[in-house]
């Protein structure tokens, strides 16, 4: 409720089904009955709370504790204030419990409900202008699509060029006239036409980041906890059948939503997590999700695609514009005032994620245009728009639609 006038995602439904529930649970006889309750739904209400502003499905609950373990909330402010409000409405449940009236006729239900469904339609109504990008779950009405399909790299070609897969995390696609000039004077090139034939589009997007991977590797939409993905028979394993080598990139540890172990089952058989890529060369930066440095993994592909005897796919996952994005000299965002007046009237977050993404387009596009370079595709494309808690900023961006750029060696 504090942050209706700023942003957030929509919590209609979780307001009227945890309020109901509460308001029964406040007359239950057992003091310490009411207190669990009231706890249980209050830390109920931030898990569904931060699950959607990420896109994550609630199931994935069991990564809560390897997140704390390996993430440094402390490191953002954003985190500490959310942390302290959640603690704040678990100290002041705990002592107000008591102090709740036994309900005497039907009048006080009628009361609390009826608040209930004022609170349900006040949230739905402040969260109106941004509920379409807060999908996790898509529309099985909705054709599939992804950027590989369109691409047309869904099998090997007969040319056996190599092939990188760059899927960049929170690029999303521009709403904004000014946004979109930023946009395109990184992720659309002139130099690249002298060297590749550029495609571009959208694709549709649902869930977070291993969604995305499902999407484009897999070709359905789902989880990686609930497709079988050794029978999917997904990109990589179509590509190593056909006498690739493939390789997997992300700068995070592999146990993070267990990728060591579902990586192997796409066919990936070399899997470069963050001890690997620092000892491959990248440097590291820190951060939120601190990690080796994106914009040091893509020379490093370059390098093993020049040096390759056989053809090569080349699977990245990006990690260092994974919001939130702090002010960090590793990351290069110190004082970020890139984009200038375009993007200061937003948080400075905006301004951050944009500058990442430049570095990392100039990252790429050096490996793309080094003149050593074998005949080699690539593909860029982001796998949910970012998840930015402030309304403005999510407003900059396509809620349904991440971009792609397909670089066809000419």
Known sequence: ML??????????????GMGATALVASQLPWLRVRRIVLLLLTLAMAVVYVSKTFN????????LLPFLLEVKPLRSPDYVIGGAVVLAALIAGWIMVPRVPRFAGPKPWLLGLLI???VTMIDNRATASTAGSYQGLPDPRNPFSSAVRQAGVEQPGKERRHLVIVLVEALGNPAGEEERRLFEAD??????????TVTRGTSPYYGSTTS???????????DYLTLDIAAANCLPKRYAAAGYKTTGWHAFPGWFFSRYQWWPKLGIQERNFAERSLQAGAKPCGGVFPGACDNDIAGIIGQRIKDAQQPQLHYWVTLNSHLPVLDDPSLGTTDCDHGGAVLADGPPMLCRIFVIHHQLANAISAMAMDPALPPTDILIVGDHMPPFFQRKA????DGDKVPWVFLRAK
């Not at 090139?189 to 002298?194: C, I, L, M, Q």
């Not at 995305?212 to 789902?222: F, G, T, V």
């Open 3 to 16: 942050t209706w006038p700023i942003g957030g995602p929509p919590m209609g439904r979780f307001w009227l």
């Open 394 to 397: 999510r407003e900059r961006f």
């Open 187 to 196: 992720w659309n090139r002139p130099e690249w036409r002298t060297r590749y």
């Open 116 to 118: 209930v469904l004022a």
């Open 212 to 222: 995305a991977e499902m999407r484009e590797l897999c070709s359905q939409w789902a």
């Open 56 to 63: 994550i499905t609630i199931y994935n609950y069991e990564l």
